[in-house]
């Protein structure tokens, strides 16, 4: 089983001293290739940095989290022109509109959005991106640049059915993190995930963040790893009533194409 980790935060703090065996436990669980999440102006330098360390196994995506939108400026913006031209970049974003934690203004975030559209428009690359609690702005201002890039993910999607069938009739792509494994406030996706068609579903752990509540037991550190993305292609795999290899091959061969990531050779 080989499987592809669309959304790895492998720059956050917690992986500096044990990033070597973090990938090489990934490996020995199936996890051959992970995009790196580039979601500020140095972790965007940073995840470029990683996926020349590991040519073939690590990517990278280069952009600015809603979160940290005020952080936005011209010489960031500069940045991200700079390292989108690099062969292990391979979308912009993480990028989008975050109206649940509000950690930048809702102006500032609409801008910054509209600012990173524009960089996937004129550089042809596939957009990495986040909404929570605002899916309404984030797509009209999608749809205005949605036929001038070659693809689109809905990281971490975690919305509506209505939200779903918009962002598929945008012809999106639809990533999903371990928030399916939480039986608490997962119920909703797990119907969900069955009318994704699998052409438009990708898996991602969003380490180290949401660690999979299925993992038994739960590592006392709480820190998630690309290596537990089997449970959420499990998960996913019982929920679409198909087996885990059928929903491992099909993601995989989808994040592939949407990424133009390398086939891997069988070591
Ligand atoms: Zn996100």
């Given at each position: 089983m080989e499987l592809v980790d669309i959304g790895a935060n492998l720059t956050h703090e917690s992986f500096r001293h044990d990033l070597d065996a973090v990938l090489e436990r990934a490996r020995a669980h199936g996890v051959v290739q992970m995009v790196v999440t580039g979601a500020s102006r140095d972790g965007s330098e940073h995840a470029l940095a990683l996926a020349r360390a590991h040519p073939g196994v690590l990517y990278a995506t280069a952009g600015v989290h809603p979160h940290h939108a005020t952080d936005y400026d011209a010489d960031t913006d500069a940045l991200l022109r700079k390292l989108i031209v690099h062969d292990e970049v391979k979308a912009v974003g993480e990028t989008g509109l975050d109206y649940f934690r509000n950690y930048s203004p809702r102006e500032v975030q609409l801008r910054v959005f509209e600012q990173q559209l524009a960089i996937a428009v004129e550089h042809g690359k596939p957009l990495f991106l986040h909404q929570r609690d605002a899916h309404a702005d984030f797509l009209a201002l999608l749809r205005e640049a949605r036929d001038r890039v070659p693809a689109a993910v809905v990281h971490c999607f975690t919305d509506s059915r209505e939200a779903l069938y918009a962002y598929l009739d945008l012809d999106c792509h639809i990533g999903i993190t371990g928030w399916i494994c939480d039986e608490r406030r997962g119920t909703h996706l797990r119907e969900l995930?069955?009318?994704?068609?699998a052409h438009r579903l990708m898996l991602e752990t969003d380490a180290p963040y949401l660690l999979p509540r299925t993992v038994r037991p739960q590592p006392a550190h709480r820190r998630n790893e690309p290596m537990y993305l089997a449970h959420i292609c499990e998960e996913v795999a019982r929920d679409r009533g198909e087996d885990a290899q059928t929903t491992a091959a099909a993601s995989t061969a989808t994040a592939r194409a949407f990424f133009d990531l390398a086939a891997t050779i069988r070591g």
């Open positions: 995930v069955r009318e994704i068609p």
